[in-house]
C-alpha cells in the first residue's frame, strides 16, 4: 500500500459542464503531478461525468463516486449501485457523507448495508462519519455510529479485509462547507480517540482521513497530523484560483 497521503477533492455539484470540468481536470491533472512524492488525488465529481472523465486523466488521479444509494441494480430510479460502479472502473465511493445521509435520512443500518455492498464488490468505500456539535459528547456520537455500521460487517468478513477495503473520513457536521478556522488540537484528540476505537473493533485501523473547513491555511498542518492518511476538501476545490493555492501550500 502507498505510503503517501491522500488528497480527496469533493466537487459536490460543480462545475456546471463538461468543458469547465475538463478545464478543471486538466488544472488538477498538473497540481497533482507537482505533489506527486507526497500525495495521491482523488477525485469525486458530479455522476455524469465520471465516464467522460475516466479517459482524461493522467498522473495518478484517481475518480470517485459521491455516493451509492442502493446494494443492487432493480427498481431505483435515479440510484447508483456498487457493481455498477465496478462493471464502469471507477473505483472508489464515499458512503454516507453528511449531506447524502440528510438527503435520504439514511440510517446507520442502511448504511451498513451500502457497505457491505461495497465490499463484496471490492469497490473502495470511504465512509463518512461524524458529530453533529462540537465537544465532549462527539466521540460517543460517531463510536455508536460505528458500532451500528460496523458491526453486523464484523459478522460477515474478516477483520484484515475490512481494514483494506474502507477507510474512514472524519467530517465534523459543524466544520462541512462552515469556512471554520480549525482547532487542530480538538481534531486531533478526536482522531486519536476514534483510531484507538477502530485498532479496538478491527486489530488494525484503516486510513484515516479528515474532512471540514480545510483551506490553504491548515491543510499542510492538517496532513501533518500523525493519525491523518488523507484530507477531504469540498466544493472550493472546483473553482480554478483557490485549488491552485491549495495545492501551492503544500508544494
Ligand atoms: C466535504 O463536504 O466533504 C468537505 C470536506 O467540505 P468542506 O471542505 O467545504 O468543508
Known amino acids: 500500500m502507498s505510503s503517501k497521503k491522500i488528497l480527496f477533492l469533493n466537487w459536490k455539484a460543480n462545475p456546471s459542464s ?49 455516493t451509492v444509494d442502493v446494494t443492487t441494480n432493480g427498481p431505483h430510479t435515479g440510484s447508483i449501485y456498487p457493481a455498477l460502479l465496478k462493471e464502469n472502473n471507477i473505483g472508489i465511493t464515499l458512503v454516507a457523507h453528511s449531506e447524502d445521509r440528510a438527503k435520504k435520512q439514511l440510517t446507520s443500518e442502511q448504511i451498513s448495508d451500502l457497505l457491505d455492498a461495497c465490499l463484496k464488490n471490492n469497490l473502495k468505500a470511504v465512509l463518512c462519519v461524524g458529530e453533529h456539535q462540537k465537544g465532549d459528547e462527539a466521540i460517543k456520537e460517531i463510536t455508536q455510529d460505528l458500532d451500528l455500521i460496523l458491526d453486523p460487517i464484523i459478522t460477515k468478513y474478516p477483520t484484515s479485509f475490512i481494514t483494506s477495503a474502507i477507510d474512514i473520513a472524519y467530517e465534523p457536521l459543524w466544520a462541512i462547507g462552515a469556512q471554520k478556522i480549525l482547532d487542530l488540537s480538538y481534531i486531533t484528540t478526536q482522531l486519536l480517540a476514534i483510531k484507538e476505537y477502530l485498532i479496538a473493533k478491527l486489530t488494525s485501523s484503516p486510513r484515516l482521513f479528515y474532512g471540514g473547513s ?38
Not at 476538501?233 to 503544500?250: C, D, M, P
Open 18 to 66: 463538461l468543458k469547465e470540468t475538463e478545464v478543471l481536470v486538466e488544472t488538477t491533472n498538473h497540481l497533482a503531478l507537482l505533489v506527486k512524492d507526497k500525495l495521491d488525488v482523488i477525485i469525486a465529481p458530479p455522476p455524469v461525468y465520471l465516464l467522460p472523465l475516466n479517459h482524461s486523466l493522467t498522473s495518478g488521479i484517481q475518480l470517485a463516486s459521491q
Open 214 to 251: 480545510v483551506d490553504r491555511s491548515s491543510l499542510k498542518q492538517i496532513l501533518d497530523i500523525p493519525e491523518v492518511d488523507g484530507v477531504l476538501i469540498g466544493e472550493r476545490s472546483a473553482q480554478k484560483e483557490w485549488l491552485e493555492e491549495l495545492f501551492q501550500s503544500v508544494i
